[in-house]
């Protein structure tokens, strides 16, 4: 019985414009705070929910009553208390309190300001998520949080490390978990491209790279594991890829895998732009070896035992000849910080597959092996968005398909 959370930030705050810890301090919307609570609303005008909470604070149920619907208020889903550091910029913060910002920022879990601890704002959100989950049995739910609250659940429950590797959540962005009895995916993380400008903040000398899964083939029509054999695009693949082409930001590269239908995708996606895709051999699927070209049933048939290690959770080779998840992700990393390592500051599109892309973004985030369905593939013509930089890579959103919806 499965339910689907959709989780919320609240819009923006003064508070959040000046960059200051608003933890259970309230502070009122901006005027652009407003338009994007409006945006949010027509972009949920046509979602049904069983139930939607809100955080009790005043940003939260702000949010919320903007949506137009009938909401109720959970004070478990407030931002930590802060103590001290509240309305302080962590410049300030820093200031007088290094050692203590410094071991929040090197994943020790202390009492944030002398108040509460992050492990404490997860345990009553847990409690929190829980019970929504048992009360809309097999439907749908909307949650309206906070920024570092949201953040902290989201790792735990798809088990990466605090201090998180996901990017924060931007204001009124979308985060959607789908909970089936113990087994917990995230289809869609920190979706904000319904607000004016769609954008993610980073530092100037960030890297953004947005990590792009093929149109549509015959073989995902089919559900046929394809890996490296290669395969043309469909018509209706063809059509997901010029639709992604309308919506991109400009891009000072883009990159694609040798296979065919990442080719194909890229070559569209830059049609009327200055560019032309440079291939990358490190950025193709999974090998499958002798399961290629077979679906999951046909696999299982051919090598019941193969299958029955890889369910199990074995990180096994494919299809005998093939390649592991592991071996997957270390090389889509080298490409992927090699690729960012000859454009500082600039923003790249990688174009790859769904195995492969999610392979690397499990390894970004130190999911184990057996735990990778908590991130689901990306959708054909999906994205993602990371920011690599001196500091390490974040996972800024997962899965952006706008040009679907549409």
Known sequence: ??????????????????????GHTDSELTPNGVEQAARLARRLA???????????LGRTQATAAALGRDFEVDARWREPDVGNWENLTSDEVGARWPRELGAVLAGEDIRLGGAERLSETVARQIEA?????ERVGDGSALVVGHGL?????????IGTRLPSPLGLMGNTAITTIVTDGPRRRVPLYNDVTHTSDGRYSRAPSDVEVLL??????????????????????TDEGRRQARLLAAGLPELDAVYTSPLARARETAEILVEGRDLSPSVDDDLKEIGFGSWEGRTRDEIAAADPDGMARLVAGEDIVRGGTGETFAAVSTRMRSATERIAAAHPGGSV???????????YAADVLGIEFALRGRLTLLANTGYARLAISERGTSLLSWNLTPHLEK
């Open 129 to 133: 998520y829980e019970e929504v989950v």
């Open 149 to 157: 609250a949201l953040l902290a659940l989201v790792s735990v429950l």
């Open 212 to 233: 792009i899964r093929h149109g549509r083939t015959d073989a995902n029509d089919e559900g046929r594991w394809q890996g490296q054999t290669d395969g043309a695009l």
């Open 46 to 56: 046509n979602r049904h929910f069983d139930l939607v909470v809100s955080s009790d």
């Open 1 to 22: 019985m499965a339910v689907t959370i959709t989780l919320v930030r609240h819009a923006e705050t003064a508070g959040n414009v000046a960059g200051r810890w608003h």
């Open 349 to 359: 599109g990688i174009v790859s597959h769904g195995g492969a892309t999610r392979a």
